[in-house]
């Protein structure tokens, strides 16, 4: 793929010379794009499969007397952890081929090889590309909101657990306190009739206190972050692909075919 192939090319130019050319080969902003999008999804899928094990343990152990009361909520998270698996899968796979297609159209390597050519294919598949990252980027964009749902209740049981503390400072008596709940039905975790379904009062604050709370919160704001990095990934891919393809029709307009 590089010109050290040619042996009487670094001869003539030198080692040094030979070195700078494969430097600018390099299509730069789709491997920043590409390596922005493999740390996303690390971060995301990881950090995010591991979340959804400590969120299946809190509201269990906390939130769900009843099995049948969290039977929907642990397929669900059965089902997305498989999902997980296969965004890893695509992403990877896809970062490489939009790699390889940034390796295609940049002109540093038309100006390396001297044998690049615009054809009618090269032209479709960019376009492709277009079309299936603009795609990617809206999809990815609900999957960022949705993620901020979790960090979201976790926050406010946080938020919420610190008023209970402070309230416990200035008023020692328990019904001072008992009201502040954090219902977990209001957002969707359990049915309306699951038992108890809440937690209230200091029971809320003893929650907050445990290191599976705080390593499920300091687990999911790492995947939402993650998924924020990944869809500025999808964004630059995006302007790159949008780049590429104008390359290619500019050079088709030139008679480079």
Known sequence: MFPVRQPWLCKALGCYDCCIRCIGAVPYPTLVATLLCYAGMALFCGCGHEALSQTEVLVETYFARNVQDFVVMASFIKYFQYVIYGLASFFFLYGILLLAEGFYTTSAVKQTFGEFRSTHCGRCLSLTFIIVTY???????????????????????????????????????????????????????????????????????????????????????????????????????LAVTTYNYAVLRFLGRKGVR
């Open 135 to 237: 795609i990617l980027a809206f999809i990815w964009l609900a999957v960022f909101a949705f993620s901020a749902i979790p960090v979201f209740f976790l926050f406010n049981m946080e938020q919420t657990c610190h008023n209970i503390n402070l309230l416990a400072e200035t008023a020692p008596s328990i019904n001072q306190h008992g009201w502040i709940c954090m219902d977990a039905r209001q957002y969707g975790l359990l049915p309306w009739n699951a038992m108890p379904g809440k937690a209230c009062g200091m029971t809320l604050a003893s929650i907050c206190k445990t290191s599976e709370f705080y390593v499920t919160y300091d687990l999911y704001i790492a995947a939402f972050a993650g998924a924020g990095v990944t869809l500025l990934a999808l964004f630059l891919y």
